[in-house]
């Protein structure tokens, strides 16, 4: 079989690639990287080409190929690669759980590392087996016989529960239509909105317009409707996705039940008093205590201005709007209605000027003024007609990277917005090998032969996965375990992407990604001083909600007992304590929160705010000397974004910055 998942001369044969290609790819990859640790753990005497290099060439084949089977799986979900993904999880499971325990590699990586001096190993080759020797003692290779094989088997049980808690948030998602007959209903939803419905219930063979949980469509009915009832049947809707209210099949609250049990036991088979402290074993912050305070100390400078904002948002509802009580689904319309009021700033009529074209030449503009490089289009096979292909180039038009790019929602495709590598940068014996990485979005595409548009907070999301993609397309190491984001503490993962956030805030940069749908004029300086005007709007409000995320995720990997107490009634006490906008007791947001039950965020959504301050800090360093916006910028790659994980991070900000991080800047960006 001429398989493409085999094919690692050039680009991944998207438009090749079957669900029949992925268990004989598979098997074999995972078959030609057993023996390959089988030798490593054998080499004798060891050396960096006898032990790391080898098997570093096939687990990054097997790598590369699974990336591609787990991309498909999210962008274009059928039940045939579905299943066949499924199929082959406990396969590549079951080999890098093995990998990290192998006593044998385990001894030679701790040769080598006891003689690194006599070797004559860089710095970099030390950090690489630094970094192993610790993920050796977190993958269970110090544990006795019987321990290690219970470990490997939690965390096959954990690959496939996660797994399966995404697939239920998808297909709940995708399971839910409302057909609406009668206009008046609609009253309200944007001209584009209406007629993306109107497409999609033609697409069923339906008249009228089809309503969806898919963003493009709940978010403006929430935000627009004028039909409270309308607004409070897709709320519930999408509060009880994946919960005990729809399928049994579906219901996510078993799972969340056994992730939590499977954690807990293996956090404690290392020695850990919690999953939390397991999770913060690689990242800047030292302990559960250090962020639980960080998060509170924060919470407690946000909530007075959480509360006048709540209070000014029930005012007006009251007042304006005649909504004497103000439910949840009334948060987001309300909301609207009140900037409007009070800025008279409406985010539709800005989303006519953020066209697809502008927004993206706007973006690759910011790329090249900061880092010198061009955006190019390029050639690819691709996975949907969406999706498409681009080359980031030096001045000297030499390749740098490689990036896909998927903008908008359809069915089958898992919600969301994200960045994730495909190929990395490397040293070969052929040369160095150029990154690659998918771009991903859920936004609505254009109707009627029209563009795109996006709402400001589209284009800010698609200038934040932007900062994640040249994170690891900039990268200048080439040792591999240590190269673009591999190896970089996870609460630093979101500074390069919060930093591109605001040049979305800059007014000439807003200026020259802006074109008018229909007029194709600039968005004009006063309209854009409203925004500016309205940019921290219930700031705290939307600081107490992240919070409230961050609070609930920690609490419940360093505080949660299993069996004792309730994963909603932890919520409920989260909320207690921080939120001001308060979520129904019925809402099944843990059904939900895939960050931490399928993505990796486990006690770790706290990152966010966490790697705010250094964002907003590092962007401050633009703003204090705006004349040197392209040494400024030079110096922000060279320190922070080619570095990979070659330096602890905390190291590259200060390089960057030339002392620690300071919060002043995110409260000052935050109005607060």
């Not at 290609?21 to 060891?46: K, N, S, W, Y």
């Not at 999210?74 to 006593?103: C, H, I, W």
């Not at 040769?111 to 630094?130: E, F, N, P, Y």
């Amino acid at each position: 079989m001429d398989n493409p998942l085999l094919d690692f001369s050039g680009l991944p044969r998207f438009d090749e690639i079957e669900p029949a290609h992925v268990q004989p790819a598979i098997d074999a990859l995972v078959t030609e990287a057993e023996a390959a640790l089988a030798l490593a753990g054998r080499a004798q005497p060891v050396g960096w080409d006898s032990v790391v290099v080898p098997l570093e060439d096939a687990t990054e084949r097997l790598g590369r190929a699974w990336n591609q089977v787990g991309h498909l799986n999210a962008v274009v979900n059928t039940p045939a690669m579905r299943e066949a993904y499924n199929a082959a999880l406990p396969k590549v499971t079951k080999f890098f759980s093995a990998l990290g325990q192998d006593q044998a590699l385990f001894a030679s990586y701790q040769a080598l590392s006891d003689q690194a001096d006599a070797l004559g190993l860089d710095a970099l080759q030390r950090r690489v087996l630094a970094h192993a020797l610790r993920d050796f003692r977190l993958g269970g290779a110090a544990l006795d016989d019987d321990d290690r094989a219970r470990f490997a088997q939690i965390q096959q049980a954990l690959a496939r529960t996660s797994a399966e808690f995404s697939e239920h948030v998808l297909d709940a998602t995708d399971a839910f239509a409302l057909y609406v007959e009668n206009a008046d209903e609609l009253d309200g939803l944007p001209d584009d909105t209406l007629a993306a419905a109107r497409a999609a219930a033609e697409r069923d063979g339906r008249s009228g317009w089809k309503l969806t949980l898919q963003m493009p469509c709940y978010l403006p009915v929430q935000t627009y409707a004028t039909n409270r009832d309308l607004r409070e049947r897709l709320y519930r809707a999408y509060g009880l996705r994946a919960s005990e209210s729809g399928p049994e099949a579906l219901d996510n609250g078993p799972l969340i039940a056994r992730i939590l049990e499977l954690r807990q036991e293996q956090a404690a088979l290392l020695g850990h008093a919690n999953y939390a402290e397991l999770s913060l074993a690689t990242k800047m912050a030292t302990a559960p205590d250090a962020v639980l305070s960080f998060l509170r100390d924060l919470a407690a400078r946000a909530r007075p201005h959480a509360e006048e904002d709540r209070e000014a948002l029930a005012d007006f509802a009251r007042e304006q709007l005649g909504l004497d009580t103000l439910e949840p689904w009334d948060i987001a319309f309300a909301s609207d209605r009140l900037r409007q009021a009070r800025y008279d700033y409406s985010a539709q009529t800005v989303k006519r000027y953020f066209t697809e074209d502008r927004v993206l030449a706007g973006l690759f503009d910011v790329i090249g003024s900061l880092y010198g490089l061009r955006v190019e289009r390029d050639d690819a096979p691709v996975w949907h007609e969406d999706a498409r292909f681009y080359r980031l180039v030096d001045a000297d038009g030499a390749l740098v990277g490689q990036f896909y790019l998927d903008l908008y929602a359809r069915e089958g495709k898992r919600g969301g917005a994200w960045m994730d590598d495909c190929r990395n940068r490397r040293a070969t014996a052929d040369g160095v090998q150029t990154p690659l990485v998918y771009l991903v979005c859920n936004f609505g595409r254009g109707t009627g032969g029209r563009p795109a548009t996006f709402t400001h907070g589209e284009v800010t999301t698609l200038f934040h996965e932007m900062g994640h993609g040249l994170h690891q397309l900039l990268t200048r190491v080439d040792t591999l375990p240590i190269a673009g984001i591999n190896g970089v503490e996870w609460d630093a993962v979101e500074l390069p992407s919060q930093f591109m956030e605001n040049f979305c805030w800059e007014w000439d940069r807003v200026q020259e990604m802006t074109a008018h749908v229909e007029t194709g004029e600039p968005l004009p300086r006063d309209l854009f001083d409203r925004m500016l005007a309205a940019r921290n709007f219930q700031s705290g409000l939307q600081t107490l909600r992240q919070i409230e995320f961050a609070l609930f995720d920690m609490l419940l990997h360093s505080e949660f007992k299993t069996g004792r107490d309730d994963v909603l009634a932890l919520l409920e006490r989260v909320r207690d304590e921080v939120a001001v906008n308060r979520t129904p007791a019925w809402h099944r947001f843990p059904n939900q929160f895939s960050h931490i039950f399928a993505g990796g965020y486990a006690a770790g959504y706290y990152s966010y705010k966490w790697a705010e301050v250094l964002s907003a800090d590092a962007y401050a360093a633009f703003e204090e000397d705006p004349a040197r916006l392209a040494d400024t910028g030079a110096r922000f790659r060279t320190e922070v974004l080619s570095r990979g994980g070659s330096r602890d991070a905390i190291e590259n900000f200060r390089a960057f910055r030339g002392r620690d991080p300071d919060i002043a800047a995110l409260l000052r960006h935050s109005g607060m």
